[in-house]
């Protein structure tokens, strides 16, 4: 593997790895190479601290007056001698290797040789690959350490390591394209990435996939952006695929100019049913030059252009269908949102993705399990443009029930009615379950908990949001809460008078003192549920939470009830425990809204017509009285109660 990447690294695919590590048709370096490579392996019988000391002493007088073993790049001289040292990739190693030595070797070309060669992005990624493979059990860390002050955290539950991952290099990308608003798909790519990012002391790249202007709005990428900050993502820096679209360009015309690409102007039915038989383009087998012209025809925007795409040859016989002569580039006259008219055609995600990976220094891609087949081809471009690789590291989509996914569907929703906007709470887009009131933090655990697995589930929404309660509940501030229209009165004989503004404390949470507290307004006339009042006989102790215990006097004709205050009432002898509200003017008027699925079938076959499932029912409003403090929330604050479960404030009446 060393041999492989290093090569790659130093002179291009399509070199040799002899070329690059062996000499290549230096007969003498060449010469000189096997007598180190044959001096190591020589000592190869020996301990490994003979070996070290062997090595160091030989090495101490060659290095005297060069960087490398022999001649001024890596060769084979030096891998083998450093494999004799026991490989001392990692910080633990090169360790070992001083301590055989004495700590004044910190100071010899031997040791400065070692650790720059343990610092050779090739030697790292295969130390990460090696360390991973021969892991000895599932809750091993299975991660090489370069350095002592590089500390990971655990990795989260749900989540794998990044192979090859070098701490410190890892480079990652959220690759959206500016077409529409982000969903909760989105979201587990977009925190996966930015979890490995940050894990691996890396960077995360925010880069519009901007290469088809019919899509494209200024508006989504806004949106786009926006979005990131509801999901508490940062990226280190924001690029456009756009900004690359001369360079991709140069590579197209290197693609046709080396036999790589041709041009085609079959119809696209009768293209689709080629690669389908496997058969060969009339014209793959053009020259270069003729490729050349109808390349600049597409590019003039001309209709008779229109009807010519660029075209990689791979080969038409492969099992994947990807990598039978993919179309690299069309043309599109729409003007781009950027860019405006200086393009009359556009590359496609299959071109410029693997090229501007490449080049933006992305180390992993992190595509879903439906780019398999494509992944394929994307190496091949990289290799066949003579790129710097990029790993890719595969997950499975986030789907759910009941639920659709489909930007083109998504806005026919919008553009029907059907939802009051991209951020309607019933909306899988990421503004619709923020307003919702998805908290962060649970939607991040929730994502990375299924982040490994590459199997497709359809999720429910019920999990999704009782992970989200379960978190929430922990900072949400209670309130009392009663239904407007569906209660009873309960009058307490001995209770404060209305205007005498008796109040009790109480905690905002009973979990967190810390949150501070509330006033709970007392009154001789309270309101209890009427569901609650059911039952309730005369004689029978109750408790009105967070004053105290009632008895019952009294049952009236309309339902309403009559009792007296007893403050020495055994409270936990006491039931049922009910909430209550004052009946007084101050109290708040809130209207409660609850949601359901758009649509009513859990999976959507193929065939299926979404509209055929459309759910009629999908807003349910209760109006309640809430006590004086709920005045005081902002938009965006979540509060509950016993009997109003968990909401979050949207917008004041």
């Not at 494999?83 to 031997?110: E, N």
């Not at 619709?432 to 589930?457: K, N, P, T, W, Y």
């Amino acid at each position: 593997y060393v041999a492989r990447r290093a090569a790659a690294d130093a002179v291009g695919y399509g070199s040799t790895t002899a070329t690059a590590l062996t000499g290549g048709d230096d007969v003498a370096t060449a010469a000189t190479i096997e007598q180190w490579v044959d001096y190591a392996t020589s000592l190869s019988k020996f301990s490994l601290a003979r070996r070290v000391r062997a090595v160091s002493s030989t090495l101490n007088a060659a290095l005297a007056g060069r960087t490398y073993a022999v001649g001024s790049s890596l060769t084979l001289a030096d891998l083998a001698l450093f494999a004799s040292l026991g490989f001392p990739s990692q910080y633990v190693d090169q360790q070992t290797v001083l301590d055989v030595l004495g700590a004044d070797a910190a100071q010899t070309p031997t040791y400065r040789w070692m650790r720059m060669l343990a610092a050779h992005p090739a030697i790292r990624e295969a130390t990460q690959l090696a360390v991973g493979i021969t892991q000895l059990s599932a809750t091993e860390t299975a991660e090489a350490v370069f350095g002592p002050t590089i500390e990971l955290d655990p990795l989260v539950s749900g989540m794998s390591p990044l192979a090859g991952a070098v701490p410190g290099s890892v480079v990652t990308r959220f690759p959206p394209e500016p077409s529409g608003y982000l969903h909760i798909g989105h979201a587990k790519a977009v925190l996966m990435n930015e979890y490995y990012a940050r894990r691996y002391k890396g960077r995360l790249i925010a880069r519009f996939d901007d290469t088809n202007p019919s899509k494209e709005k200024e508006e989504f990428q806004s949106s786009i952006l926006e979005d990131l900050g509801k999901l508490g993502v940062k990226p280190d820096v924001v690029t456009f695929t756009s900004d690359y679209f001369e360079t991709i360009r140069q590579y197209a015309l290197h693609m046709i100019q080396t036999g790589l690409a041709f041009m085609d102007d079959t119809p696209q039915d009768a293209m689709q049913k080629e690669r389908m038989d496997r058969v060969d383009s009339k014209h793959r087998n053009q020259s270069p030059a003729e490729a050349m012209e109808y390349f600049n025809l597409m590019c003039s925007g001309s209709e008779e252009g229109a009807k010519w795409c660029l075209r990689a040859k791979i080969d038409m016989q492969s099992v994947n269908g990807t990598m039978r002569d993919p179309v690299m580039y069309r043309q599109n006259t729409t003007p781009h949102h950027r860019a405006g008219t200086k393009y009359k055609a556009y590359p496609t995600y299959d071109l410029a993705c693997p090229i501007v990976d490449s080049i933006e220094g992305v180390t992993h891609a992190l595509r879903t399990t439906e780019y398999n087949d494509r992944d394929e081809q994307y190496g091949w471009i990289q290799k066949a443009l003579g790129l710097r690789r990029t790993r890719i590291h595969a997950f499975a989509r986030m789907n759910f029930v009941n639920t659709e996914l489909s930007k083109r569907k998504l806005t026919w929703f919008v553009e029907n009615g059907n939802v009051t906007g991209w951020d309607d709470p019933r909306f899988p887009t990421v503004r619709g379950v923020v307003r919702r009131g998805i908290d962060i933090e649970a939607l991040r655990s929730f994502m990375l908990s299924q982040g490994a697995s590459r199997r497709i589930v359809n999720m429910e929404w019920s999990k999704f949001w009782a992970l989200n309660k379960q978190q929430i509940d922990k900072f949400s501030a209670r309130y009392m809460a009663i239904d407007a229209s569906d209660n009873v009165k309960l009058t307490v004989s001995n209770g404060p008078e209305g205007d005498s503004h008796t109040y009790v404390s109480a905690d905002l949470h009973p979990k967190d003192a810390g949150m501070g507290k509330r006033l709970v307004r007392q009154s001789k006339t309270c309101l209890i549920e009427k569901v609650d009042a059911e039952g309730i006989t005369v004689g029978q102790n109750i408790v009105l939470m967070r004053w105290g215990v009632i008895n019952i006097t009294k049952i009236n004709d309309d339902g309403s009830l009559e009792g007296t205050y007893d403050p020495e009432g055994d409270i936990k002898a006491a039931k049922p425990k009910l909430s209550w509200l004052a009946d007084v003017s101050e109290n708040t008027p809130v209207v409660l809204t609850e949601f359901d699925n758009l649509i009513t079938k859990d999976k959507l076959d193929e065939g299926d017509d979404f509209k055929d499932f459309i759910n009629p029912n999908t807003l349910a409003e209760t109006k309640v009285v809430g006590d004086a403090g709920l005045k005081n929330l902002k938009e965006h604050d979540i509060f509950s109660s016993s009997v109003v479960d968990t909401f979050v404030l949207t917008s004041r009446i």
